[in-house]
């Protein structure tokens, strides 16, 4: 099998299911990661094994076939995606003193976004008027001092956080809980090229291709809330996804705005 670029490999390890602690694990167990997938793929698993189970070996063998990687090069080129690895020059302060940081960060755009103060804006996918214009205003009036909005490109308050922002000058990152090619709800394709076009960033620990499950959501939420020096929250159910991001900044000493 021919090799591909390091980015690629990256990707096929980040499209197997499993916490980040153990793609850290592997990752330590073995640094050159075109040499991780040679060992995985060719049968030489068993320094791994206390790492994968037998479900997780069995999905990187399959998505380890030449035709995915292939795929996964392709994708990444025509899209611009490139990857911060933890413990490695670039990869976030902020994200690398977490209890559970991702171990792979997947991104277009501009990574010295991520080097601005920053704030973490969420809050409900149905809100209000007065909601969504709370968030367009509060994001415009920090950007316009500097500060960058982070938010996750859904619906509702991420949407206006994310464009309050831009109009304020500042950049802004979104954080997906899909792979950075797809296009998110697609209702806001136009407002991510836009985060582009004024040099902001996109980021995932998903691997390109991957869908927007639901499960991706909640433990998203913590890269958020994780990059940010406060969380600002306008409009939530207490029983909402916008939730799990109030306990992340709790769990990660942040200070809370609503």
Aim: proline share 5%; aromatic share 6%; hydrophobic share 40%.
């Amino acid at each position: 099998m021919r090799l591909f670029p390091r980015e690629v490999y990256l990707a096929w390890l980040a499209s197997a299911p499993m916490k980040s602690e153990q793609r850290l694990a592997l990752m330590k167990q073995e640094k050159d990661i075109g040499e991780l997938h040679e060992a995985v793929f060719h049968g030489e698993w068993a320094p791994f094994r206390p790492v994968l189970s037998d479900k997780l070996l069995s999905d990187l063998r399959s998505n380890g076939e030449e035709k995915y990687l292939k795929t996964w090069q392709r994708v990444m080129e025509r899209e611009d995606i490139s990857a911060l690895v933890y413990g490695e020059q670039g990869y976030p302060e902020a994200l690398a003193s977490l209890q559970d940081p991702p171990a792979i960060l997947f991104y277009r755009g501009n990574p010295s976004a991520l080097e601005k103060t920053c704030a973490a804006m969420v809050g409900s996918r149905n809100a209000s008027w007065k909601g969504l214009t709370a968030a367009d205003k509060v994001a415009r009036e920090l950007s316009e001092h500097g500060i960058s909005i982070i938010s996750g490109l859904a619906h509702g308050i991420d949407a206006a956080a994310h464009q309050g922002c831009l109009k304020g000058g500042s950049p802004t990152i979104a954080v997906l809980g899909c792979g950075l090619d797809r296009n998110y709800p697609a209702e806001n394709a136009g407002l991510k090229q836009q985060i582009l076009d004024q040099g902001g960033l996109l980021l995932s620990e998903y691997a390109p291709g991957d869908k927007p499950l639901g499960w991706h959501f909640p433990i998203r939420n913590r890269i958020i809330t994780g990059l940010a020096d406060c969380l600002i929250m306008i409009e939530a159910r207490i029983r909402s996804g916008s939730m799990t991001s109030v306990q992340h900044a709790l769990d990660q000493g942040r200070d809370i705005f609503s």
